[in-house]
């Protein structure tokens, strides 16, 4: 199982970041996907959830408006578009598979977003 994240970056404040997490290993389009973010200190905050299917989302409230989950089943990969980036967004970005049903739960490694003038 790979869960892999990309697209973290250096990014200004208002500015814009599109994270990838591309999943092998396990059928992709069964698991429900979030994505989590972490500064250090403090504990691992959920961003954005999106349903296996694509067809329901939740985010956290301070993301509502800003950033977008979405799912590509044939490409096993999901996405979070963040928009208007503030400095309290820079943390290390996780992806997260979970088949809740089954128990199983699956991490990335995590990329960084650094929002900063």
């Known amino acids: 199982v790979q869960l892999v994240e990309s697209g973290g970056g250096l990014v200004q404040p208002g500015g814009s970041l599109r994270l990838s997490c591309a999943a092998s290993?396990?059928?992709?389009?069964?698991?429900?996907m979030s994505w989590y973010r972490q500064v250090p200190g403090k504990e691992r905050e959920l961003v954005a959830s999106?349903?296996?299917?694509?067809?329901?989302?939740n985010y956290a409230d301070s993301m509502k408006g800003r950033f977008t989950i979405s799912r590509d089943n044939a490409k096993n990969t999901v996405y979070l578009q963040m928009n208007s980036l503030k400095p309290e967004d820079t943390a290390v970005y996780y992806c997260?598979?979970?088949?809740?049903?089954?128990?199983?739960?699956?991490w990335g490694q995590g990329t960084q977003v650094t929002v900063s003038s």
């Open positions: 997260q598979a979970i088949l809740q049903l089954a128990g199983y739960i699956y």
């Open positions: 290993g396990f059928t992709f389009s069964s698991y429900a």
């Open positions: 999106i349903s296996s299917g694509g067809g329901s989302t």
